[in-house]
């Protein structure tokens, strides 16, 4: 029996890591059509509003502050932030926290384009593995496209263009630094927080963004220089 659960297992270990791998390879340039965290949302009762803009059509503000708020380091890793990840290690085995902390966009981006919501160890050798793909097929550039077109805003808002709309009625590209800082700011609890109407945490981590945004790489319009 348990040697039959393991080939069953293998087998659909194989498939997922095939399919996976197939699926970075397409949306390398096609937008991914829809993610696990939509679908589960949409289950949830919220509805799904997106519309995907090409990294061109979103405002430079808003790339450096979701970088400045979610990875500093985003330019200048190769998927994994080593020092946060050990720093992140130390204080879960201290029984501290979780291990939480640790994830850089790259990481997110695999993570919500491919897996379910989740901190299980399952999830997150999966999301390494996925981080790795991502990485070797994308570059820099198309991740962050990615990133900033299926990540959650608000109830069943994903991507920045209708994180602008739903937020500020305006579009992504016309968004202003201070307005970047703030949807920025909502990324860590985007069904309760609020850019337009900011309580005083979302305040707090918004200025803190803006203080972080002079430590990123300078480039025009992105900051990743030749990465990019």
């Given at each position: ?19 996976s ?118 570059g ?9 077109n ?12 209708a ?42 981590h ?23």
């Amino acid at each position: 029996m348990l040697r039959r659960f393991c080939r069953v297992a293998c087998a659909i270990l194989t498939a997922f890591l095939l399919a996976s791998f197939l699926l970075v390879t397409l949306y390398r340039d096609v937008a991914p059509p829809v993610t696990p965290l939509m679908l589960i949302r949409l289950a949830e009762g919220y509805g799904v509003h997106k519309t995907w803009r090409p990294i061109d059509a979103i405002s430079g503000h808003l790339v450096r502050a979701v970088m400045a708020g979610e990875d500093g380091k985003f330019c200048r890793h190769y998927g994994f932030d080593w020092a946060a990840i050990r720093h992140a290690w130390t204080r879960y085995e201290s029984g501290r926290r979780g291990l939480l902390g640790a994830s850089t966009i790259s990481m997110q981006t695999a993570k919500n384009v491919f897996l379910w919501p989740g901190r299980d160890w399952l999830r997150k050798g999966l999301e390494a593995y996925l981080t790795v793909l991502i990485e070797l097929a994308w570059g820099k550039r198309r991740i962050i496209e990615v990133y900033l077109n299926v990540v959650e805003w608000g109830p069943g808002i994903y991507g920045a263009e209708a994180a602008a709309q739903y937020h500020f009625h305006r579009s992504a590209a016309a968004l202003t630094a201070a307005q970047a800082a703030r949807l920025a700011a909502v990324l860590p609890d985007p069904l309760d927080r609020l850019a337009a109407r900011p309580d005083a945490a979302t305040r707090q981590h918004a200025a803190f963004i803006i203080d972080q945004e002079p430590n990123l790489p300078a480039a025009t319009p992105l900051p990743c220089g030749s990465v990019l």
